[in-house]
């Protein structure tokens, strides 16, 4: 954290492009920023003392996007990156193209080239002739200042988009030169703007929707994670019309999956999918309708009923399946419309039955878990009761994970972060997890496998340093377990997956963390209890059964 005094540039009374930059950035609500400062980004940081913000160091620019990421899932605000020119860029490429899959609010600023210098080819330090293409498919929006007052405008539109239907990485490029440049006002006189209001739906629309629900036998809602703000209004109008909810893996949790009426993350079943295609009308709230929703089964839905889609991008809308009615709304307002619509629907009588199809949908799922699922079984259970009720796990990819995604109850929004399926990056979790407990006073949890931790490892010193009371849980099957198991179904003979792991207790000590080593799942409780109560993480290393 820095806690120095601003400077003003040098020979004027006028804020630096810099410091105008940290004071809009606190204006839009942003308190922590990730980055590892460099020779090109040393005007930045001048700006950066005494703006109210945090930074946070990671020690490689991919852990920076992955915290910035894990702190935006965990808070729906954007998380923000400090970069430089060229290598920086190129390290957080990773992690940015996570965020654009999951539709995850990020701003990237990073340095470029002085103006002068630009597509000059001169070899210049960190010099890429076209910055910007390498981040072009993988964000939702690009900019690059060519003068210190577009700063203002810049920012304004970023966080725009970063508030639109579908928001991703938006990347930001300042020369240096820029850095240290006069702005022609002063400091207070530059302010952030309001984010625009999400839309309800058309009043007709709504009402045909809601004709549509009320005739309904055998409606489902299904939810996808753009409904993170509506859990309330999902189970309210679930219990209004008696209709299973089943929700995609960025979705889970949205409603209590403790709720009769929940039938979680379980889309990739085949009774599950059953069930929704012969539903006479679906809901489908905020969801691609996508495989990485349903666990990456590719065959998507052969809905035999009605189909009524909630999406604020209206491309999404057709996407995957063509909807009876389309809603172009915020999924929040949209679904409280549609209970303020049904206020007269009653169907208390039907409720039973259907907690009680659900209950028994879910009873049949586990007879399709995968091999080896029945075995892990016993650490899906003893990390549900290891995780607070308001607890966030955040997890890799890694084979447990795999039975958590389906198995493992929670009870909240934003309560799963996962790489599990989108992008399917490795080295995920320790990096977001970090950034998740930055971002929220929760208990947050992170699962990461013996493989993937070594891409990210050194992100333990950046937890070590902010004193995280982190549980990090590694999944030690002695390699690339879930590709070994691919490898054996498909006789492919094993090559590259077994793995020799060091030590991770010992490592954990050596950056001053905490570790230890179990073998059973009663000992999960106690290991992650007392990593609460530390002050700084503790890795814990599984011997996987």
Request: aromatic fraction near 6%; charged fraction near 20%; hydrophobic fraction near 45%.
């Amino acid at each position: 954290m820095s806690s120095a005094t601003s400077q003003t540039p040098q020979n004027t009374g006028a804020p630096s492009c810099a410091q105008v930059l940290m004071h809009l950035l606190k204006g839009y609500g942003v308190d922590t920023v990730f980055g590892i400062p460099g020779v090109h980004t040393i005007e930045l940081y001048r700006g950066l003392p005494g703006s109210g913000l945090t930074h946070i160091t990671p020690r490689h620019e991919q852990g920076a996007a992955f915290m910035a990421d894990g702190y935006a899932r965990a808070s729906g605000k954007p998380g923000v990156c400090f970069l430089i020119t060229g290598p920086g860029v190129t390290n957080a490429a990773t992690a940015m193209a996570q965020a654009y899959s999951d539709s995850i609010p990020m701003l990237v600023i990073s340095a470029v080239n002085r103006r002068e210098d630009l597509g000059s080819g001169r070899g210049r330090l960190h010099e890429l002739p076209r910055q910007q293409d390498v981040t072009r498919g993988f964000c939702v929006w690009q900019h690059a200042l060519t003068s210190a007052e577009q700063l203002p405008e810049t920012l304004a539109r970023a966080f725009q988009v970063m508030h639109a239907p579908r928001p991703g990485p938006v990347h930001i490029e300042i020369p240096i030169d820029l850095f240290p440049a006069a702005m022609s006002h002063g400091i207070a006189d530059y302010r952030a703007v309001a984010p625009t209001a999400l839309p309800a739906a058309p009043a007709d629309t709504i009402d045909r929707a809601a004709k549509l629900l009320a005739k309904a036998e055998r409606p489902v809602i299904l939810l996808g994670g753009g409904a993170q703000q509506a859990g309330a209004e999902a189970t309210a109008l679930a219990e209004k019309i008696a209709a299973p909810v089943f929700e995609s893996l960025a979705a889970k949790g949205i409603v209590d999956e403790r709720h009769p009426l929940c039938g979680g993350a379980n889309l990739s079943f085949s009774n599950v999918r059953e069930r929704i295609e012969n539903a006479d009308v679906v809901l489908a709230v905020a969801t691609e309708l996508a495989e990485t929703d349903r666990n990456l089964v590719r065959d998507n839905y052969h809905f035999k009923g009605k189909l009524i889609r909630v999406d604020l991008d209206p491309a999404q809308l057709v996407c995957n399946a063509n909807p009876d009615l389309a809603i172009c709304a915020d999924a929040k307002a949209a679904l409280q419309q549609l209970v303020d619509a049904m206020a007269a629907v009653d169907r208390t009588a039907q409720a039973k039955h259907a907690a009680d199809e659900v209950a028994q949908l879910l009873r049949e799922c586990r007879s399709e878990w995968w091999p080896g699922s029945e075995d892990r079984y016993p650490w899906v259970q003893a990390l549900r009761d290891a995780l607070p009720d308001d607890g966030i796990l955040v997890t890799d990819s890694t084979q447990l994970a795999y039975n958590t995604n389906h198995a493992l109850r929670l009870f909240h929004a934003r309560s799963h972060i996962t790489c599990t399926t989108g992008y399917g990056t490795l080295g995920f979790a320790l990096p977001a997890a970090i950034g998740a407990a930055l971002a929220s006073r929760r208990p947050v949890i992170g699962l990461i496998g013996d493989g993937g931790i070594m891409f990210t490892l050194g992100e333990l010193a950046a937890a070590v340093e902010q004193k995280l009371a982190l549980p990090i849980l590694v999944w030690n099957n002695s390699g690339y377990g879930e590709i070994r198991d691919f490898m054996d179904e498909a006789a492919v003979e094993q090559e590259g997956v077994n793995l020799h792991a060091p030590d991770f207790v010992a490592l954990a000590r050596a950056f001053g963390a905490e570790g230890c080593r179990i073998e059973q799942p009663e000992q999960l409780g106690e290991a992650v209890a007392q990593a609460f109560g530390r002050q700084g993480p503790t890795l814990i290393e599984i011997t996987a059964p």
